[in-house]
């Protein structure tokens, strides 16, 4: 099974780099390496060329193909026909040597599939095994035999009866779901029907009806979201949690925190329209309930944290997105 490894990047030479040198170990190597460059210097093409990686071709973008949803189309277009599985990765991760291994067998494992994500490993809190029979604790989340420490506004969703009512990679009626990192370290691999982009995978024919959208610009805060929700009502996608990378989030290339307040409301109402276009009343005032709580919990840390200002700049960013839903809601 052939397969093409889809890297776009902007601006981080040097995570782009650390990730390459995971990838040139690897137990199964791509055979074909994309480079999609948005970066608006020549760090990046002078880094790859003082570097050697088999099967690598870099492109370097113009204005108006920059940002990530844009370029991982272009890659896509770029890719040879013969590449069965095109895979994508953040240019801040790093693989274990047996990612690809482990990733593409999950295809032969399950021909269904249409898609299939890796697992990274150092976000979230230490998982502790404690079987089958453990009275779990409201502080703490619970999957498939494994607890970890829940985080301070889960927790307060759950006394508010707010929190999610289905599996880590589900969203709910009224969105706000956990996403994978929720799954446990088991070695097993899951169904989903939301996947972390950053670290995931498809097969081509995928791409012969849907592209990644272009409603989300630069950044693409929850373009990963929304491309495996319409991925999912067509077919069946996986996690494998035997597929290990880290993410080690490199703050280059990220938009101001105002801009990202305004992402994570808009886009996310974005998203949960795409999962549910029509939802019914109770789940309306649930999403925004959970919105507007997640916003006073973000205006808290300004008082609580020593990065007050980034904290107020996303807060207000939130508010103004809010505001607007109300005037110019997003249609998928």
């Not at 021909?111 to 079987?131: F, Q, R």
């Not at 996986?238 to 938009?255: C, F, I, L, M, Q």
């Not at 919990?297 to 700049?313: C, D, L």
């Amino acid at each position: 099974m052939k397969f093409a490894l889809i890297i776009c990047t902007y601006m981080r030479p040097k995570s782009l780099q650390i990730l390459l040198e995971s990838v040139r170990i690897q137990t199964l190597y791509p055979d074909e390496i994309l480079i999609v460059d948005g970066s608006t210097n020549d760090e990046t093409s002078a880094m790859l060329e003082s570097n050697h990686y088999q099967n690598l071709r870099y492109f370097k973008v113009s204005d108006d193909q920059r940002g990530l949803t844009k370029q991982r189309n272009v890659g896509i277009d770029m890719s040879g026909a013969e590449s069965e599985i095109l895979c994508f990765l953040d240019d801040d991760t790093i693989l274990d040597a047996k990612y690809f291994e482990n990733l593409l067998a999950t295809y032969n494992r399950f021909p269904n599939a249409l898609g299939v994500s890796g697992y990274i490993t150092n976000e979230g809190g230490a998982w502790k095994y404690m079987g089958d029979h453990y009275r779990v604790k409201i502080d703490e989340y619970y999957f498939d035999g494994f607890i970890r420490p829940d985080s301070s506004r889960n927790i307060l969703r759950k006394k508010l009866n707010l929190i999610s009512d289905v599996p880590p990679g589900f969203m709910p009626t009224f969105s706000h779901g956990r996403s994978t990192g929720y799954l446990p370290p088991t070695g097993k691999t899951y169904r989903v029907e939301q996947m972390m982009g950053g670290v995931s995978s498809f097969k081509r024919s995928v791409f012969e009806n849907i592209r990644f959208s272009t409603f989300f610009e630069g950044y693409g805060l929850y373009e990963d979201a929304d491309f495996t929700l319409r991925v999912s009502k067509i077919g069946s996608l996986y996690v494998n949690t035997a597929a290990k990378v880290e993410h080690h989030h490199d703050s280059s290339g990220r938009p101001n925190m105002f801009k990202y307040g305004e992402m994570v409301v808009r886009n996310g109402y974005y998203v949960w329209r795409v999962g549910h276009p029509d939802p019914d009343l109770k789940s309306k005032l649930k999403w925004h309930a959970i919105t507007l709580l997640l916003t006073g919990i973000r205006f808290v840390n300004i008082f609580t944290t020593a990065k007050r200002k980034e904290a107020a700049s996303e807060t207000f960013g939130r508010l103004s997105a809010y505001v607007k839903l109300f005037f110019n809601a997003p249609k998928p």
